[in-house]
């Protein structure tokens, strides 16, 4: 900036002037949320501008690393009168009489972009983004995103970029029309440059005056009927659809009016809350008491992956998709081929999908080395054991890799539920030692938890949270414990589905509650998948350890029929080609077979019951591992469940859901389904308290 005299204002807006252009700089680190203080500042900026005749036009820009992220989402469900007035800022730009420019770099998003639609102009800097997320906080755009955008860029992409919650490149919104200039160089030199060669047009270009493009009410039905698929059971979709038709067909006025009523209706339901609850857990979960940015971490340039099976064949690809080479270890050459078959059939059918390019393929395949020989580990910065569950195997590769492995390697086990501790025990470095339960499939699914032994040092716990970030992955610290977070829950989880059926619940009907509430797969549809020949194994080794009989429940039944699952393409369900389950009418006669040996006289089971039990046999083990430590907080069970199991993160996660029930409902209908409640949720139900509560007391979350 050139001759700019700087005009510090005392809020979060900086005035300073380049010549006849007053620029106002928005300074609310880390992202420029539009918090209490940035529209006192915008509003005071713009009074300077009107007031003072030697200013011609106004640049709006963001301080440090970006334009305005959106609203304050911290801000939100407090009283009216609290929230910042980015709807009256936004109202005061559109009114104004001198050009006014919004100068964008990083990224515009939700206010943020309905702050710069406000403007006269937009010019951006050629990587930043714009879009409006909303909808991924179960809110739609409040401050005239709804009413502008259709108005900019069509009714179509309009819904498409509103409905995904997407941002686009500046690059694409330009010759969308959203963008008016790319600036190369400086931004604010760039943007004040513009303003000058602006400032005597007239009349001002005003969004809010346009019509709307391709508004036609195929368009609005077509969209409606898209979000039965992507967004089931969700409020925020079709309020978004119903303002930009409003938008399409009323005068902006009108719009702009019922937006506001709208974006609070949306604001005060329990899936914006679970959103926005699952949108900080997740920020959250990457904090852990005791590392710090001043924790040492080491650069993980290489890998080495001990299992060439599913598991191992799915790891390799987060660290070849994000660079990293691997080398990849079996025990058999045709058990190499096999799992090196399947990871290039993975990516050529990404790349059939257009997702990536045919050269793409070649070159992560490139980047992965097999082999029979686990010395050829030697310089890995990481190895990664991803064979079979089972102690005593993977003790062995554990002492093999101490004698192989550099000094500082991390030495990683996929164990889903055995002690790491044990694991850890026989190397000479235990320090080195941590779990990273990946989730099947490992390529696909987000989840990683980060199991800390009791030895692991902070350096390599550190640096597999940094690992996470790179592989594109939601780490989460859990401690160690038969199953940690994600698998103990579940089995209590499957415990409860499965005395349902005992009870006389229908298998469909267990897992249609679940449908309901919004995951994809109840839990007899999951353990289908997953392979029920898992459980039963674990049922049989842990009644052999506690000396009990055989178990002989009704599932056990069912896969010595050799019914294993979608694998067997029988299991509780039967599977065809499409792979969708169906009801076999040997396995309803064999529950009911079972019932009636057992003396069971089989009762009606509402939705409503299966549906607590289910979820709240989740909560109730969460509290355990909560009070025991084995999570940190209660968002981080939240955070497991969205990105391991599938729990719709517009219910927050089965702790949040539970908060928003209340947890003297939950404790009571635990006890009237013959539950005992955990001593920390009985607790916090007998205080009136919550779960989010309780992690803020403890000065996490
Ligand atoms: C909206 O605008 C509604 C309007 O239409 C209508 C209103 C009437 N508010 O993600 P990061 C914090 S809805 C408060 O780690 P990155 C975040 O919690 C909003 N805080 O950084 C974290 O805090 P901490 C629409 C926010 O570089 C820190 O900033 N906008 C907000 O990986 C750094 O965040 C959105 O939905 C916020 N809006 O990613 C955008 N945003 O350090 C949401 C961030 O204490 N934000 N924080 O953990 C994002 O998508 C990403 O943060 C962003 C940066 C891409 C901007």
Request: charged share 25%; net charge negative.
């Amino acid at each position: 900036m050139t001759n700019a005299q700087e005009m510090v204002h005392p809020d979060l807006v900086s005035q300073s002037r380049d010549g006849e252009v007053l620029i106002l700089t928005i300074n609310n680190p880390p992202v420029n949320a539009f918090s209490p203080g940035v529209p006192e500042g915008l509003k005071a900026g713009l009074d300077a501008a009107a007031a003072d005749d030697g200013v011609k036009a106004v640049v709006l820009i963001g301080g440090g690393r970006t334009f305005v992220a959106g609203a304050d989402i911290k801000t939100f469900g407090r009283p009216r009168e609290e929230a910042p007035d980015l709807r009256g800022t936004i109202e005061k730009l559109d009114g104004f009489s001198k050009p006014t420019v919004a100068a964008i770099h990083g990224t515009a998003l939700g206010g943020g972009l309905e702050l710069a639609m406000g403007c006269n102009y937009r010019v951006a800097v050629k990587d930043a983004q714009v879009g409006l997320p909303e909808v991924k906080l179960g809110v739609l755009p409040g401050a005239g995103g709804t009413q502008r955008l259709p108005r900019v860029v069509g009714a179509q992409k309009a819904l498409e970029m509103m409905l995904s919650g997407n941002p686009i490149k500046a690059t694409e919104a330009q010759k969308l029309g959203l963008i008016d200039e790319i600036v190369d160089g400086d931004l604010l030199a760039g943007a004040v440059a513009f303003a000058r060669s602006h400032a005597d047009a007239r009349p001002l270009p005003r969004i809010s005056e346009r019509d709307v493009e391709g508004g036609t009410p195929e368009v609005f039905a077509a969209a409606r009927e898209g979000i039965k698929k992507t967004h089931r059971g969700q409020l925020s979709p079709s309020l978004i659809i119903d303002l930009a038709e409003m938008a399409a067909t009323k005068p902006f006025q009108e719009g702009w009016d019922a937006e506001a009523g709208k974006f609070l209706e949306a604001m005060n339901s329990p899936q914006s809350r679970g959103l926005r609850h699952i949108f900080f857990a997740e920020r959250e979960a990457g904090k852990i008491p005791g590392i710090t940015k001043e924790t040492p971490t080491t650069e993980i340039k290489s890998a080495g992956i001990i299992g060439a099976g599913t598991m191992g064949g799915g790891i390799a690809m987060n660290f070849l998709n994000a660079g990293i080479p691997v080398t990849i270890v079996e025990t058999q050459q045709e058990a190499l081929d096999r799992g090196l078959g399947v990871i290039r059939k993975n990516y050529e059918n990404t790349a059939k999908k257009g997702r990536i390019s045919m050269d793409d393929v070649e070159k992560r395949m490139s980047m992965l080395t097999p082999t029979l020989d686990m010395a050829d580990l030697k310089d890995a910065d990481i190895i990664i054991e991803a064979v079979f569950e089972n102690m005593d195997v993977k003790k062995d590769i554990f002492k093999k890799l101490d004698g192989i492995a550099k000094q500082g390697a991390i030495l990683a086990s996929n164990t889903s539920t055995l002690d790491v501790n044990e694991i850890a025990s026989v190397t000479s470095r235990p320090e080195q030692v941590i779990g990273l339960h990946f989730f099947s499939p490992a390529n696909v699914m987000k989840l990683l938890e980060i199991v800390r032994a009791d030895k692991t040092s902070d350096s390599v716990l550190a640096t597999s949270m940094a690992l996470a970030k790179k592989i594109k992955k939601v780490g989460v610290v859990v401690g160690v414990c038969d199953g940690f977070v994600g698998n103990r829950m579940v089995h209590r989880y499957g415990d409860e589905a499965r005395k349902m059926v005992e009870e006389g619940a229908n298998v469909q009907d267990v897992d249609a509650a679940m449908n309901a509430l919004g995951l994809p797969m109840g839990p007899f549809q999951m353990s289908d998948m997953a392979g029920l020949d898992i459980g039963y194994a674990i049922r049989q080794h842990q009644a052999k350890e506690r000396g009990e009989p055989k178990p002989d429940g009704w599932l056990d039944r069912i896969v010595e029929r050799g019914r294993k699952g979608q694998k067997t393409a029988a299991g509780i369900y039967d599977y065809g080609e499409d792979r969708k389950p169906k009801p076999n009418a040997e396995m309803t006669q064999l529950i009911a077979d079972y019932r009636a040996e057992k003396g069971i006289t089989p009762r009606e089971i509402t939705q409503d019951e299966a549906t607590k039990r289910l979820t709240y046999s989740l909560v109730n083990e969460g509290a355990k591992i909560l009070e025991e430590g084995i999570a940190q907080r209660a968002g981080d069970i939240d955070v497991i469940y969205i990105y391991g199991y599938g729990f719709p993160a517009y219910r927050g996660g089965p702790m949040q859901y539970a908060d928003e029930q209340g947890l003297q409902n939950v404790v009571a209908d635990l006890k009237q389904y013959g539950q005992t409640p955990a001593p920390l949720l009985q607790k916090l139900a007998d205080e009136g308290g919550t779960f989010g509560g309780w992690d803020k007391a403890k000065g996490q979350g």
